[in-house]
């Protein structure tokens, strides 16, 4: 029997090797096709902290101080959070909230010229109630909200891995 499922788990990883699956990342090389980057986010702001930790982390794209220098510049053009009733109790009290978290940015090339258009992300996570759990659920609310930042600089990056950059004339 056990023989049976170690032959069951080698063949199962010999066919997800032999498909191209591949973490995302696990190549160590930099997915970015830009240089340089420019992030126009005041310093304190936590999306572009972690917007900058991941581009550091790439081993062919630099982080610029100046939007001049830079081959791409991104611009948090709006982030917002938000909470709405999503369902009550029989006593009226609130039971379920949606939580959505947007988050506008635009992608410049060196000239001004824009490589990707003003883009909105509007992520949605859903969370239950309960007045007797006030303190963990606001604890909740606030690592849900971590969790949509997180995946919206995820997809402010792939989307940057798609674009082009201005080709030098």
Same mark, same amino acid.
């Given at each position: 029997?056990?023989? +049976?499922?170690?032959?069951?788990?080698?063949?199962?990883?010999?066919?997800?090797?032999?498909?191209?699956?591949?973490?995302?990342?696990?190549?160590?090389?930099?997915?970015?096709? *830009?240089?340089?980057?420019?992030?126009?986010?005041?310093?304190?702001?936590?999306?572009?902290?972690?917007?900058?930790?991941?581009?550091?982390?790439?081993?062919?794209?630099?982080?610029?101080? =100046?939007?001049?220098?830079?081959?791409?510049?991104?611009?948090?053009?709006?982030?917002?959070? =938000?909470?709405?009733?999503?369902?009550?109790?029989?006593?009226?009290?609130? +039971?379920?909230?949606?939580?959505?978290?947007?988050?506008? *940015?635009?992608?410049?090339?060196?000239?001004?010229?824009?490589?990707?258009?003003?883009?909105?992300?509007?992520?949605?996570?859903?969370?239950?109630?309960?007045?007797?759990?006030?303190?963990?659920?606001?604890?909740?609310?606030?690592?849900?909200?971590?969790?949509?930042?997180?995946?919206?600089?995820?997809?402010?990056?792939?989307?940057?891995?798609?674009?082009?950059?201005?080709?030098?004339?």
């Amino acid at each position: 029997m056990q023989r +049976r499922s170690l032959v069951l788990a080698l063949s199962g990883a010999a066919l997800l090797s032999a498909c191209g699956f591949r973490l995302r990342g696990s190549d160590g090389k930099s997915s970015l096709p *830009f240089r340089t980057v420019y992030i126009g986010v005041p310093e304190t702001s936590p999306v572009g902290v972690e917007l900058k930790r991941y581009i550091r982390a790439s081993d062919d794209t630099t982080l610029v101080t =100046d939007p001049k220098l830079a081959e791409a510049s991104i611009d948090i053009l709006g982030e917002t959070r =938000d909470r709405a009733t999503l369902s009550l109790n029989t006593q009226g009290r609130i +039971r379920e909230y949606s939580l959505y978290y947007r988050l506008r *940015f635009q992608v410049k090339d060196k000239a001004g010229a824009l490589l990707l258009a003003p883009t909105e992300l509007v992520l949605k996570r859903d969370i239950s109630f309960n007045e007797s759990q006030v303190i963990a659920k606001e604890k909740e609310e606030e690592m849900l909200y971590r969790d949509m930042q997180s995946d919206a600089v995820q997809q402010i990056l792939r989307r940057m891995t798609a674009l082009k950059p201005a080709q030098p004339a």
